[in-house]
C-alpha cells in the first residue's frame, strides 16, 4: 500500500509519475515488462487519485471501485453500494457525493502526466458538449436548454439540463479509446465560446507543462464539429502552437483573399476579396490543392483546398469587445472540401465542409486536417459508454456540484480502464468474437476489471461502525419546500454595438 505523509502530500512512489510523458504505453507487447509498466502506472494513478480527495475520501474512492467493478450497467447508485468493492452503506454513498470534496485541479494534473494516444505523432485534441438531461428537476438550480438531436426528420428539441464540455485527447486506428482530460460544466452565465477558449488553453498549457509538447514538435490538433465557432477559437488561441480545425454548415458563405490591386486605383482599397458560397458551386474558384486518397472504409475520399478563406466578422456576439479604433481581424484559413464514395449503413454521403486556421496549407497538411477531424467521432462513443454503461447521467442528483463530482469520477474510471488495457483477461460472451488484448473495448476492459483490482493496493480504509440519524419524524410534513428554479439563460447579453455601450460602464 502507498503511505503518504498527508492528504496534500506527494508522496516518494509518485514523483517518477509526474514525468510521465510520451506516447501511450503499447498494451502486451512485450510480455511481462509491459504488464508491469502498466500495472505500476495504475497503481501510482490510483494513489494520486486518493490524494486528491478532500472530504469523505473512502466513501468516493470506494464508490469509483464500485463503478469499476460493477457488473452490467450502473441503473442506480443505490444498487452500487450493494457491490462487494462497496463495504459503506448507501447513505454514506450519498453523503459522499453530497459532501465530498475533491480538488479538480490537482485531477486535472494527474491526466495529463498520464501517457497520451496520438495520431501521427501528433497530439490531437477533440472537443463537444454532452448534455445531463434533466427535464422533470425543477429544484435543481442552473439548468439550461441542451440541444438534443432526433432520429426523425425535425425531430430535434430543446430539453433543460446541464451542458457539460469536454476535452478528450484522441486515438488512431479503428478504435473506441479516448483519454478525456477535462470536463467544464456551462452555467446560465457563461459564454460556451469564451468557456471553450480558455477550457482549452488550460488543457494545452497543462499539456506544455507535463513535457507532452516541446519547441520543434508538430503543432497540438484541435477538432470540434459545426457548433463552435472556429475563426474565434483560431483568434483567441493563436498565441499558442495549435491548429484549430472545425466543420462548418453547408449553407456558410465565406469571402475569398483580396486580389492584388492595380496600380494607380484611387480610393480606400476593399478589405475582401469575392463571395465564396458552400452552396452554390458557382461561386468557387478553382482549388489550390486536389488530392485523392483510397480508404477501407469510405472508399475514395477526394478533397479540393482553397487558401487564405475568411468570414465577414461584424461587432456582435463575441466582437462586441474588440476595440472600436481598430478594425475587426481578418482570421485567414484553408478551407477544404470533403467527399467520400460511401458511408456506413449505405447512406448517401454528402460533401464536408472544414476550416482550419492554417492559411496557406499543403496538399500533406490538408490530408493531415481531414483524417484528425473525423476522429472527433470517436467521443461519441465516449459519451455513449459514459451514459449506458457508466451511468454517468443515471442519478437524480439535485446539486450541480454533486453532478460535478459525479462527471470527475466517471472520468477516472474510464481513464482507469484505459490504463488496464493489456492487464485485463478476456471474459467474452459466447456471441462474442475473441479479440487481442489491446483491442478489447471498453465494456470489455470493465467486465474483467474486479479480478484485476485484487491485485492492486486498497488505498481507502475500513469504514467506521456508525448509526443513521434519527431523520424526520414520522407523520411531519416539509416545512421548506425546495426553491424552483426557471430554466435558461439568467444574464441578458447585448445583442449589438449600441446595447453593448449602454450597459458597458465608460473607462476612466
Not at 369 to 396: I, S, V
Amino acid at each position: 500500500m502507498i503511505q503518504t505523509e498527508g492528504r496534500d502530500a506527494q508522496p516518494a512512489a509518485l514523483r517518477p509519475f509526474r514525468r510521465a510523458g510520451g506516447p501511450a504505453l503499447p498494451p502486451g507487447q512485450n510480455g511481462q515488462r509491459d504488464d508491469a509498466l502498466r500495472r505500476g502506472l495504475l497503481c501510482r494513478f490510483r494513489g494520486e487519485f486518493y490524494t486528491c480527495l478532500d472530504a469523505r475520501a473512502g466513501e468516493v474512492f470506494e464508490l469509483t471501485d464500485a463503478v469499476l467493478c460493477g457488473v452490467g450497467p450502473v441503473r442506480s447508485l443505490a444498487e452500487l453500494s450493494l457491490e462487494p468493492e462497496h463495504r459503506r452503506g448507501h447513505g454514506g454513498l450519498y453523503d459522499g457525493l453530497n459532501a465530498g470534496r475533491i480538488a479538480f485541479a490537482r485531477v486535472r494534473r494527474t491526466l495529463v502526466r498520464l501517457p497520451l494516444p496520438r495520431v501521427g505523432g501528433r497530439i490531437v485534441l477533440g472537443v463537444d458538449i454532452s448534455p445531463w438531461l434533466r427535464p422533470d428537476a425543477e429544484t435543481s438550480p442552473e439548468p439550461l436548454f441542451c440541444h438534443v438531436h432526433g432520429r426523425a426528420k425535425g425531430a430535434s428539441q430543446m430539453i433543460p439540463g446541464w451542458p457539460y464540455s469536454v476535452v478528450a485527447a484522441l486515438e488512431s486506428g479503428r478504435t473506441s479509446w479516448t483519454a478525456v482530460l477535462d470536463a467544464v460544466r456551462l452555467g446560465p452565465d457563461d459564454d460556451a465560446t469564451a468557456v471553450t477558449a480558455a477550457q482549452l488553453r488550460d488543457v494545452v498549457e497543462r499539456l506544455i507543462a507535463a513535457g507532452h509538447w516541446r519547441c520543434g514538435d508538430a503543432p497540438i490538433e484541435i477538432v470540434m464539429d459545426c457548433g463552435y465557432d472556429v475563426t474565434r477559437l483560431a483568434f483567441v488561441l493563436a498565441d499558442l502552437p495549435v491548429i484549430v480545425t472545425g466543420r462548418l454548415r453547408s449553407d456558410r458563405v465565406m469571402l475569398r483573399p483580396l486580389p492584388q490591386r492595380p496600380v494607380g486605383t484611387v480610393g480606400r482599397p476593399p478589405r475582401h476579396g469575392g463571395v465564396f458560397a458552400l452552396n452554390r458551386p458557382d461561386s468557387w474558384p478553382g482549388p489550390d490543392h486536389v488530392t485523392t486518397t483510397q480508404t477501407t472504409r469510405y472508399g475514395t475520399a477526394a478533397t479540393s483546398a482553397w487558401h487564405r478563406m475568411h468570414p465577414r466578422l461584424t461587432r456582435r456576439g463575441p466582437w462586441l469587445d474588440h476595440p472600436t479604433d481598430t478594425d475587426l481581424p481578418i482570421i485567414e484559413g484553408t478551407l477544404i472540401r470533403l467527399q467520400v464514395d460511401h458511408l456506413p449503413g449505405d447512406r448517401t454521403p454528402k460533401p464536408l465542409w472544414l476550416w482550419t486556421s492554417r492559411p496557406d496549407a499543403t496538399a500533406d497538411q490538408v490530408d493531415q486536417a481531414w483524417p484528425a477531424f473525423l476522429r472527433r467521432f470517436d467521443l461519441e462513443h465516449t459519451f455513449r459508454f459514459f451514459k449506458q454503461q457508466l451511468g454517468w447521467t443515471t442519478p437524480k442528483l439535485r446539486d450541480p456540484a454533486a453532478a460535478d463530482r459525479w462527471t470527475w469520477l466517471i472520468i477516472v474510471v474510464h481513464t482507469q480502464l484505459r490504463l488496464a488495457r493489456g492487464l485485463i483477461d478476456d471474459l467474452r460472451r459466447p456471441w462474442e468474437r475473441p479479440v487481442p488484448p489491446e483491442r478489447l473495448t471498453p465494456t470489455r476492459v470493465r467486465r474483467g476489471f474486479r479480478h484485476l483490482r485484487a491485485r492492486l493496493p486498497l488505498q481507502a480504509g475500513a469504514p467506521k461502525p456508525t448509526r443513521p440519524g434519527p431523520g424526520r419524524p414520522p407523520g411531519t410534513p416539509n416545512r421548506h419546500p425546495a426553491t424552483r428554479y426557471d430554466v435558461g439563460k439568467t444574464t441578458k447579453r447585448a445583442v449589438n454595438l449600441q446595447q453593448h455601450r449602454q450597459t458597458t460602464p465608460a473607462n476612466g
